[in-house]
């Protein structure tokens, strides 16, 4: 598994050197345009408008835009002090907190962290502490040239770093337009909506679930390359929805309720039987 930051976790006094890998994968397709007519990839040039003409990355600097069309320019050189303090900080674990306090809407992406020479045995103790308390730490790491703000939690048997977003990164949920308020609900409807709920809780099995569309492009594409007819998966019949939202509740928790076993049914002892017996 490649690495793509070496530093170490502080906590307290305790100092656990680590290496960060990537925990997920983008399985998404990815096209290269290409040129219709000798479908030869296309290059996309960097051009400068007022000289009209191709400009090299050796011309390019970084510009910060104050009011429209108004630029700070900032250097590389102006940069490698700030990079340089931050670089050499570890990821301190400021504070520990409940999971649960944390929003899913926070969380940006997640990161393996696994020992690094030396690091064993604190690794393993602030692994245990961590799943034995149900605590997450809450620090800083520099990636990319970027101060994140991360997580850090059990799973399994290793730790993970989960960068979060800032607060002020967070949009506000009052600038949702059409967010309707103060609808009013009748109670039948509510309890109908958690009935539903209900009958489609089920225990959380990530593996039941597959990316349906990637799968159908992949099979486009190997069937052309062999040369195989193309032919589109026909369309699943989607029943008309229902316009009530009383009828639309009910139909839905007729579909979703369990089948009724068949009851047994005891035979009857007839009077002569017992008789016999």
């Not at 301190?92 to 690094?116: C, G, Q, R, W």
Request: glycine content about 4%.
């Amino acid at each position: 598994m490649h690495t793509i930051w070496k530093g170490s976790i502080q906590f307290g006094l305790v100092s656990i050197p680590v290496k960060l890998h990537t925990a997920t994968d983008d399985k998404d397709i990815s096209f290269r345009s290409l040129h219709e007519e000798c479908h030869s990839p296309i290059k996309y040039v960097k051009t400068c408008p007022v000289c009209d003409r191709e400009v090299g990355n050796d011309e390019i600097v970084k510009g910060y835009e104050v009011v429209k069309g108004k630029y700070v320019i900032v250097t590389d050189e102006d940069l490698q002090p700030l990079k340089k303090a931050l670089e050499d900080q570890a990821v301190e674990i400021v504070e520990f907190i409940e999971i649960n306090e944390i929003d899913p809407i926070y969380f940006d992406k997640t990161y393996f962290l696994s020992p690094n020479e030396g690091g064993k045995k604190a690794y393993t103790l602030l692994h245990q502490a961590l799943k034995d308390s149900g605590k997450v730490g809450i620090g800083k790491i520099i990636l990319r040239s970027k101060e994140k703000l991360a997580v850090i939690r059990p799973y399994e048997k290793t730790l993970l770093m989960e960068t979060i977003h800032y607060p002020d990164e967070i949009r506000s949920a009052n600038d949702v337009p059409n967010v309707p308020e103060n609808l009013e609900l009748t109670k039948k409807e509510v309890d109908m909506a958690k009935l539903l709920i209900e009958q489609l809780t089920n225990p959380f099995e990530p593996t039941k679930y597959v990316d349906e569309y990637r799968e159908q492009l992949l099979q486009l594409i190997e069937n052309k390359k062999t040369g195989m007819e193309v032919v589109a998966p026909t369309a699943e019949r989607k029943e008309q929805p229902i316009t009530d939202l009383m009828a639309a509740l009910q139909a839905s928790i007729d579909r979703t309720k369990p089948e009724a076993k068949p009851k047994r049914t005891r035979r009857k002892t007839t009077a002569k039987a017992k008789k016999a017996t």
